[in-house]
T-cell receptor, first 111, second 115 residues
Framework: KQEVTQIPAALSVPEGENLVLNCSFT??????LQWFRQDPGKGLTSLLL?????REQTSGRLNASLDKSSGRSTLYIAASQPGDSATYLC??????????FGQGTTLQVKP | ETGVTQTPRHLVMGMTNKKSLKCEQH?????MYWYKQSAKKPLELMFV???????ENNSVPSRFSPECPNSSHLFLHLHTLQPEDSALYLC??????????????FGPGTRLTVL
């Protein structure tokens, strides 16, 4: 059974810091891995999607890496801003198309 | 703007009420999903519809009844719910089926409170 774990559960940093969010999964047979952002009480916004054959994806200040063999992914946020405050969710997609989510990391960036 | 809308955004209901959640996608996708997000728990997939056929039902209690009349609309009919069913219910859509399913796009969710 695929399980997805995100560490830490919560993180608070001062503005301008670079930070790393971690995601691990137990079954390496994944189709792809996706990072989402969720603002309080809102839906999910897709940030980055990494196919199983890829090692990383970049979008602006965000960089996501994938190491399928070790069952790990990281989301790197450069020069964090207060507007980055949100919950970040990691999800792996199985070959059936089903997404398995982690519990998320709640990030607070203080001005 | 995600192209997936959900109504209502907030709903408060008693345990004996019957209500429905609505989801509409404007992206031309052929698969739609219902997820439940409870406090401090990962998102849980409830139902998947592909080409208007239900392809997955993750042991969801029968008090939740989905309906997909066409590829653009998805409903979740609720009856005799329990307080523990209070959660954020998210709808998503995607293009493709099975292993070829593309990225899922999510709606803003319906915040449901059961009294």
């Amino acid at each position: 059974k695929q399980e997805v774990t995100q560490i830490p559960a919560a993180l608070s940093v001062p503005e301008g810091e670079n930070l790393v969010l971690n995601c691990s999964f137990t079954d390496s047979a994944i189709y792809n891995l996706q990072w989402f952002r969720q603002d309080p009480g809102k839906g999910l916004t897709s940030l980055l999607l990494i196919q199983s054959s890829q090692r990383e994806q970049t979008s602006g200040r965000l960089n996501a890496s994938l190491d399928k063999s070790s069952g790990r992914s990281t989301l790197y946020i450069a020069a964090s801003q207060p507007g980055d405050s949100a919950t970040y969710l990691c999800a792996v997609k199985r070959n059936t198309g089903k997404l398995i989510f982690g519990q998320g990391t709640t990030l607070q960036v203080k001005p | 703007e995600t192209g997936v809308t959900q109504t209502p955004r907030h709903l408060v209901m008693g345990m004996t009420n019957k209500k429905s959640l609505k989801c509409e996608q404007h992206l031309g996708h052929n698969a739609m999903y219902w997820y439940k997000q409870s406090a401090k728990k990962p998102l849980e997939l409830m139902f998947v519809y592909s080409l208007e056929e239900r392809v997955e039902n993750n042991s969801v209690p029968s008090r939740f009844s989905p309906e997909c009349p066409n590829s653009s609309h998805l409903f979740l009919h609720l009856h005799t719910l329990q307080p523990e069913d209070s959660a954020l219910y998210l709808c998503a859509s995607s293009q493709g089926v099975g292993g070829e399913v593309g990225e899922q796009f999510f709606g803003p969710g319906t915040r449901l409170t059961v009294l």
